[in-house]
Structures are given as structure tokens and as C-alpha cells.
């Protein structure tokens, strides 16, 4: 079984600072997705990005970029210009045949 | 991304009556459909996988005869909580699976935006 893990509960950065929430997963097997999610206070689960395990090239999205170590098994999600409504509760994820495992997630806090 | 509806956004219901909560895939047909389980502050927990025209898969742990698990046709599926306790109490998320094999989206899955479930 797949196991997710996101160590830190919560954190704290100041509007328009870089901020980097981390990830660790566990899995024998090799093709997989990995993707982090973002709950805000409405709960609606937002897809922030997606990374492809046969990709080495790490997936960007605008202010958003993931860091993928694939042998060591680590995702970290880096955040630039952080915004105040990027205020939420971030979850990062692992798929494997179409079913999602999820990290107990992280509170990210973004101040004015 | 696809919009994904769930009905109701919130309920309250009595201990020992039933509640049915709905999933609907507006903009595609999905043939899978998820169900997860929400504690406050806590992560999403995979109940079961609603497949079309089948019986669902249930996660270990998960009782299939109180969380009654339909889907009928490939835009909807209902969960219904059956003799619901106060323990039953969560916020319920469904989301669904696009249909198509080999589309970029076919390993994403779109999420409803979540049913607060309160047993009184």
C-alpha cells in the first residue's frame, strides 16, 4: 500500500515570499501521478499541479513548481510571490491506478 | 477542469434516519465516481469507488450496508447514510474520473464541492 507524508501540520510565510511545503510518499511501484491539492476555507478541493512519475522534467504552473526526487521518493511544492489567497490547507497526493492516496495535509497561512 | 455538483451542500438529519447525498458530473460521463470522508482539519479518507452499471468497491474498514453506494447512469452517484449516528457526522466528498482512456485528464479526478453531513 501507498503511504503519504507531510510532516509539517502548518506554517507560516509573509505575502510575496517563497515558501516550500514538503512531501515524502512510498511506493514499489514505479508509474504513478503525484499531484497536490489545495482546500480553502469554502473545503472545495483545487488541483494546484500534477507530476508525471516517467517525467523527470519538474511540473511548473505559474507561481507554483514542484521539486520531484523520484528515488528518493520526496514532492515538495514550492509557492514564489505567496498571496493571501493562497491562504488554505494543502494536500499532497498519490495516484496510482486512477485511485488517490492523500497526506494529512498542511495549513499554509499567508501574511499581509 | 469539470464541474462536479453535489445535493445537498449540508444536512441535518435525526439519529437512525437515513440521508442520500448526490453526485453529478455536469460537463462529461464518468464512469467512475469516489467517495471520500472529511473529519474537520483532518485529511480525505477514500470510502469506495463507484464504477457505473456495477457494484462498488469499498475500502477496507468502510461498513457497504450502512454507506449504500449507487450509480445508475454515468453522470450520477448517490451515497446514502443509512441509520446515521452522531459518529456519521462529516463533511462527504465525491469526485469523478473522466471516461475516456488516453485523454490528458483520464488520471485526474474533479471534486464536488462537499456535503457537511450533522447527526443529531
Known amino acids: 500500500a501507498q503511504t503519504v507524508t507531510q510532516s509539517q501540520p502548518e506554517m507560516s510565510v509573509q505575502e510575496a515570499e517563497t515558501v516550500t511545503l514538503s512531501c515524502t510518499y512510498d511506493?514499489?511501484?514505479?508509474?504513478?501521478?503525484l499531484f497536490w491539492y489545495k482546500q480553502p476555507p469554502s473545503r472545495q478541493m483545487i488541483l494546484v499541479i500534477r507530476?508525471?512519475?516517467?517525467?523527470?522534467q519538474n511540473a511548473t504552473e505559474n507561481r507554483f513548481s514542484v521539486n520531484f526526487q523520484k528515488a528518493a521518493k520526496s514532492f515538495s511544492l514550492k509557492i514564489s510571490d505567496s498571496q493571501l489567497g493562497d491562504t488554505a490547507m494543502y494536500f499532497c497526493?498519490?495516484?496510482?491506478?486512477?485511485?488517490?492516496?492523500f497526506g494529512k495535509g498542511i495549513t499554509l497561512s499567508v501574511r499581509p | 477542469g469539470a464541474v462536479v455538483s453535489q445535493h445537498p451542500s449540508w444536512v441535518i438529519c435525526k439519529s437512525g434516519t437515513s440521508v442520500k447525498i448526490e453526485c453529478r458530473s455536469l460537463?462529461?460521463?464518468?464512469?467512475?465516481m469516489f467517495w471520500y470522508r472529511q473529519f474537520p482539519k483532518q485529511s480525505l479518507m477514500l470510502m469506495a469507488t463507484?464504477?457505473?452499471?456495477?457494484?462498488?468497491?469499498?475500502e477496507q474498514g468502510v461498513e457497504k450496508d450502512k454507506f449504500l453506494i449507487n450509480h445508475a447512469s454515468l453522470t450520477l452517484s448517490t451515497l446514502t447514510v443509512t441509520s446515521a449516528h452522531p459518529e456519521d457526522s462529516s463533511f462527504y466528498i465525491c469526485?469523478?474520473?473522466?471516461?475516456?482512456?488516453?485523454?490528458?485528464?483520464?488520471?485526474?479526478?474533479?471534486f464536488g464541492p462537499g456535503t457537511r453531513l450533522t447527526v443529531l
Open positions: 460537463d462529461f460521463q464518468a464512469t467512475t
Open positions: 469526485s469523478v474520473r473522466p471516461g475516456l482512456a488516453g485523454v490528458a485528464s483520464y488520471n485526474e479526478q474533479f
Open positions: 497526493a498519490f495516484m496510482r491506478n486512477s485511485k488517490l492516496t
Open positions: 507530476q508525471e512519475a516517467y517525467k523527470q
Open positions: 511506493t514499489s511501484e514505479s508509474n504513478y501521478y
Open positions: 463507484s464504477n457505473e452499471g456495477s457494484k462498488a468497491t469499498y
